[in-house]
């Protein structure tokens, strides 16, 4: 997205929604990840992993005129829906913010706001120029990174 | 091919296998509600996972789901899902006392669970009893909030969003109440084939 606007994705459980920006160059990019590896370095959706989505992401930004540098981000997801109940995948939540947090150390980009884990669904969406990431649960509860 | 296009044939019989389950399902609701439950399934189909979340009513529509994995010769997921009307109708009668819109406690996700499990164990059997294959059901998880977000698990173990799921709508009355239940069966990755080949394979030669 360029200049003014807003990036929306819904109903957000286990996965986590990525944004990377750029706020001088009014950039942002926003990807929702499913899945915390992907399972070969080639594919088709590399939007889906923590690891392939975040340099998809990052690759994106450059074509379209960011600096490297400037590059922040926000992230929010990472719920565990199902509780009382131990099946390790049901955990995909965790491991999924675990994954998007270390593949963003990784390439050195700042972390500016996070509203991860519990047990809620969320929507989420970005908006520029003001640069906050509001999220909203079923249950209409509000918050703003 | 597309492999979700299936003929007028394999359709008729989609919907028979499912009113065999709806069939099973309906003698357990019957004991546990007391009175004539009466199933009908009012649509049978295969349908590729992004369409499960229209299905329901879109995104961030507020859903119970039960979810249940499924282990042994076919590996895949499970969900039931109920609108929250439907959902509080069937509360109401499952249990006596209960104050009509209080919000969900102890009792309630326990009893949802066990409607997820009576639904979806019906359609095991019907599968195991068509196709041969031994399953084994995990137990219920419940959860009510928006409908991507207590379905996105479907996704795991290598199912992509461009499998195939398969879809049964059923209606279940009881005391001249209406209560609409979707099962979808999303099998994993392996057992997709498997799985979905056993079952043409029946319907056609059935």
Redo the contacts between chains.
């Keep these: 997205m360029r200049g003014p606007g807003r990036l929306v994705t819904a109903g957000l459980g286990s996965c986590v929604g990525v944004v990377i920006y750029d706020a001088e160059a009014r950039l942002a990019g926003l990807a929702h990840v499913m899945l915390p590896g992907s399972p070969s370095p080639v594919t088709n959706v590399p939007q889906k992993y923590a690891d392939t989505a975040i340099d998809w992401l990052v690759r994106e930004m450059m074509r379209a005129g960011a600096s490297r540098l400037r590059l922040r981000a926000k992230y929010a997801g990472g719920a565990q829906m199902f509780q009382g109940v131990k099946m390790e995948a049901l955990r995909i939540g965790e491991r999924n913010v675990q994954a998007v947090q270390k593949e963003l150390a990784d390439r050195g980009i700042l972390v500016e706001g996070t509203d991860v884990g519990g047990h809620q669904g969320r929507t989420v969406w970005f908006e520029m120029p003001s640069c906050l990431l509001t999220v909203r649960t079923a249950r209409g509860d509000m918050r703003m990174l | 091919m597309n492999p979700y296009d299936l003929s007028a044939a394999d359709l008729d019989a989609l919907r028979e296998f499912g009113n065999i389950g709806a069939g099973h399902a309906a003698t357990a609701f019957s004991t546990l509600l007391g009175g004539v439950v009466r199933m009908s399934v009012t649509d049978a189909r295969l349908c590729p996972f992004g369409e499960v ?1 229209e299905v329901v009513g ?3 529509t ?1 859903v119970i789901a039960v ?1 249940i ?1 499924i282990e042994g010769e076919i590996e895949g997921n499970m969900f039931v899902v109920l609108s929250p009307e439907s959902a509080e109708r069937l509360l109401n009668q499952l249990i006596p006392g209960r104050t009509p819109g209080d919000p969900y406690g102890e009792m309630e996700y326990s009893a949802l669970g066990e409607v997820g499990n009576i639904l979806s164990g019906a359609y095991v059997a019907a599968i195991s009893d068509l196709c041969g294959f031994r399953m084994t059901q ?16 479907g ?4 199912s ?1 969003e461009d499998n195939q799921v398969l879809l049964i709508s059923t209606r279940l009355t009881h005391g001249g109440r209406e209560i609409q239940a979707y099962f979808f069966l999303l099998p994993d990755f392996h057992s997709s084939s498997e799985l979905f080949d056993n079952l043409r394979g029946k319907m056609s030669s059935g």
């Design positions: 979340v879109g995104s961030d507020l979810y994995r995990s137990i219920p998880a419940v959860a009510m909030d928006m409908a991507s977000a207590l379905l996105d698990i996704l795991m173990y290598g992509g």
